[in-house]
């Protein structure tokens, strides 16, 4: 039985009955009783890595009980008791820990980085910021749905420091979303003590700039925490908005047990142990005579043997046994694509409309797909692709985006955990690299993470040929097609761009849909004027050959159709991919063992581009019935140029035919 002294911490425990303050205490002893035995466990070497939170329970606790069980937490890693108050079994957060089949990643992801839908949790990434754009995402499927619902997310004083942090307290703001941001403001991020993180009094003190309400918190006080996220809620429920929350709290272990305390004071240390939310709540309890010592001890020995329970089958789970099949299939959500079959009447449309038209009518398909970007709505997007959306369907789902690509894209991963479809239009597809972290960490491994799809569509506006230098026309395809998770759509016609767009909104994981800038108006094709799809993975063959196959896509189509009007007497295989990821492998390696050579034609420079891949694939699939080198042809490995002779001279479109024609002479 622990020693009883007087409270450091004064409670006032309002108009709270005993039973709700037996349940904060029961709530914040589970939690401790898990770590204590988990730091014993690690250091039996039954777990690999600890972070713990002793120390901070109260936070955890009192925001969880503050919430309806059906409202999202997006907790971190130092926040168990989000996960024990929810009431997930101890059997599945041992297994998640040990890296059995029966824990949430599959041994996939450690510790807390995980979600699980049925408790309504969102784990975070190692990356720390883009769960706060993330609980805006579903802070505004709660605003779209009316169902008067707030999210909690969490990050700690030094998550406060990442650009994530301010686009999404940004966004909230300006939007008015319903979430509550939480920062555990417990000393140190690692090693590293707050007045080296920021230079401001009080964290808290930044809402003001965003005119966010903001409060600080004894994160200590479970009494103090529980009542005022509470009310907040309740608050928020009825008027929508964003509050930040300020818990001052201490971290009294390591960032992860490895790492050790050395570097805290020892009278900064003995200060805080003196305000162990736990111990002080305890002897509050103890004073007031809610808690009496034989209830204490019940409490602690059914969550012992609780945790024991748990550890003996988490246990007796078996190990995981390693599939490849498995691995490869999760890596994706299961699709089905259903075909939509073009009907006869057809209009002549350029490339930039087919896809106006072709998202419009997928907006009229999807009642909840949400389009966001910057200047989407009053303005139709600096190409018009949406003008005349926001009249068509309302400022809800057109939304206007501040400049923050990375908070929207983790927007559109909330919607998608909320159930809603969603398009993302990158200005210019260069602007990806502001929002280049959440697209490859968090959209493309969410799936083979925790079963959670990222139904997206980033649209990329791309390419040069229109004079708009290094940040407005780089072809930026390959830094996807590398990251396992993602799709990859790249169409070379009005046709394709409308069909393949339908199909990329349906497909519930996410879709880089690259869209040729100089293409938008200089092509033009007979469309249908239906709703129709077409399947990923299918390339189309435009010509017919003997001697040669030219595998391209995009703006390289066009430059191959060009060259071979022009020389008739080349008999070749015109393969356009539309797709890079998944890609035709079929189509590509059953015509090269037709003509006997190959020659790959990209707008990207060479280097670490797709036509290196493929070309290793077709050494690989078809060296032996090769009669000549593969062949690639591909932009300077230069920055992409402004003024139009220098732009001229870095496209590969130049190159093309001489390489050509070398190849067949070889």
Known sequence: MPTI??????????????????????????????????LILLRQGKVSKWFSGIGQEAISVGVTMALEPNEYILPMHRNLGVFTTREIPLHRLFCQWQGKASGFTKGRDRSFHFGTQEYNLVGMISHLGPQLGVADGIALANLLKKNGKVTAVFTGEGGTSEGDFHEALNVA?????????????NGYGLSTPTNEQYHCKNLADRGKGYGIESFILDGNNVIETYTKVQKLAE????????????????????????SGTKYVP??????WEAKDPLDNFRSYLYSKKILSPATDETYTSEIKAEIDAALISANAEPEIIPNETTELTDVYKSFDYK???????????????????????????????????????????????????????????VRNTPICESAIVET?????????????????????????????????????????????????????????GPFHSQTNEAWFTKTPGLKVVYPA??????????????????????????????????????????????????????????????????????????????????????TLQPLDKDAIINSVKKTGRAIILQEDSLFGGIASDLSALLMEECFEYLDAPVKRVASMETPIPFIGQLEDQYMA?????????????Y
């Open 5 to 38: 002294t007087k409270s450091n911490i004064t409670y006032d425990k309002r108009n709270l009955d005993n039973k709700t303050l037996l349940e904060l205490y029961y709530n914040m002893l589970k939690p401790r009783l898990i770590e204590e035995k988990m």
């Open 173 to 185: 703001s300006v939007w008015q979303l319903p979430v509550i941001f939480c920062i555990e403001n």
């Open 235 to 258: 608050s928020i429920r009825k008027r929508p908005r964003p509050i930040l929350i300020e818990f001052k709290t201490f971290r009294r272990r390591g960032h992860e047990e490895a």
């Open 266 to 271: 020892k009278e900064l240390m003995d200060e």
């Open 339 to 397: 075909e939509f079959k073009p009907n006869n009447k057809v209009e002549d449309l350029r490339l930039i409309d087919a896809i106006s038209k072709g998202l419009k009518q997928s907006m009229e398909r999807h009642s909840d797909l949400v389009i966001m970007g910057q200047d989407i709505a009053e303005y139709g997007g600096v190409f018009k692709i949406t003008e005349g959306f926001l009249e068509a369907f309302g400022k809800e789902r």
């Open 412 to 468: 559109a991963m909330g919607l998608s955990i909320s159930g809603i479809k969603s398009v993302v239009e990158m200005q210019f597809a260069d602007f990806v690299t502001s929002g280049f972290n959440p697209v490859v960490n968090y959209l493309a491994k969410s799936h083979y993470r925790w079963e959670q799809q990222a139904d997206i569509v980033v649209r990329m506006p791309c390419g040069g040929g229109v004079a708009a």
């Open 493 to 578: 016609f009005p046709y394709d761009a409308k069909g393949l767009l339908a199909t990329a909104i349906n497909d519930p994981n996410p879709v880089l849909f690259f869209e040729h800038k100089a293409l938008y108006r200089s092509i033009r094709q007979e469309v249908p004027t239906d709703y129709f799809t077409i399947p990923f993975g299918k390339a189309a063959q435009l010509k017919v050959g003997e001697n040669v196959t030219i595998i391209t896509y995009g703006a390289g189509v066009h430059w191959a159709l060009e060259t071979l009007e022009k020389n008739a007497d080349i008999s070749a295989d015109l393969i356009d991919l539309r």
């Open 653 to 665: 479109k130049g190159k093309f035919e001489n390489a050509l024609r070398d190849l067949l002479a």
